[in-house]
T-cell receptor, first 113, second 114 residues
Framework: ETGVTQSPTHLIKTRGQQVTLRCSSQSGHNTVSWYQQALGQGPQFIFQYYREEENGRGNFPPRFSGLQFPNYSSELNVNALELDDSALYLC????????????FGPGTRLTVT | QQQVKQSPQSLIVQKGGISIINCAYENTAFDYFPWYQQFPGKGPALLIA?????SEKKEGRFTISFNKSAKQFSLHIMDSQPGDSATYFC?????????????FGGGTRVLVKP
């Protein structure tokens, strides 16, 4: 069974730029959620994708957007990067019909300078 | 508004001792309460979870105690080992809400001294 994978591992961007982060869900899982984890804090829910559509969104501005592909992989896009966007971005996959368990990937460390 | 409050922020325990982490929630619609373990530079790993229809769940050295009336739940790590040194997060979710998002506590950094 393949776990959740994310790419890239680390990324450095300049304020105002745009970034795309990628996630491959665990084998058999059809739902992907994205979380932002600032240093020393718990993860904060950004949004979830199910059947290629956004299915729930946290308190994040529209410049945070996403996609889910037919193979259930997903992208997180952030436009007009701000310094406060520096964080660990986590992807979690789950089986919508199978229960509540969410399994996290290793994350992408984004630094905005 | 922080809906899940976790304490303590950090704790130090001797090898073989018991680590206890507490969480309190506000939203009575929450119906799933997992605990995650996170090592530096890694993503959170699901450790153990409980539903509100049971008061206790045990898996190996890890036990969740749940008090629905008090809206509190806790993680007990028995016979703590140096390899348990990590940050632990409690979380809660509402399966009926769109997105089934996890709301996390602030985390507890646990250090197990040999």
């Amino acid at each position: 069974e393949t776990g959740v994978t994310q790419s890239p591992t680390h990324l450095i961007k300049t304020r105002g730029q745009q970034v795309t982060l990628r996630c491959s869900s665990q084998s058999g899982h059809n739902t992907v959620s994205w979380y932002q984890q600032a240093l020393g804090q718990g993860p904060q829910f950004i949004f979830q994708y199910y059947r290629e559509e956004e299915n729930g969104r946290g308190n994040f501005p529209p410049r945070f957007s996403g996609l889910q592909f037919p193979n259930y992989s997903s992208e997180l896009n952030v436009n007009a990067l701000e310094l406060d966007d520096s964080a660990l971005y986590l992807c979690a996959s789950s089986l919508k019909q199978g229960g509540y368990e969410q399994y996290f990937g290793p994350g992408t460390r984004l630094t905005v300078t | 508004q922080q809906q899940v409050k976790q304490s303590p922020q950090s704790l130090i325990v001797q090898k073989g001792g018991i680590s206890i982490i507490n969480c309190a929630y506000e939203n009575t619609a929450f119906d799933y309460f997992p605990w995650y373990q996170q090592f530096p530079g890694k993503g959170p790993a699901l450790l153990i979870a409980i539903r509100p229809d049971v008061s206790e769940k045990k898996e190996g050295r890890f036990t969740i105690s749940f008090n629905k009336s008090a809206k509190q739940f806790s993680l007990h790590i028995m016979d703590s080992q140096p390899g348990d040194s990590a940050t632990y997060f409690c979380a809660a979710s509402n399966g009926k809400a769109a997105g089934n998002k996890l709301t996390f506590g602030g985390g507890t950094r646990v250090l197990v001294k040999p």
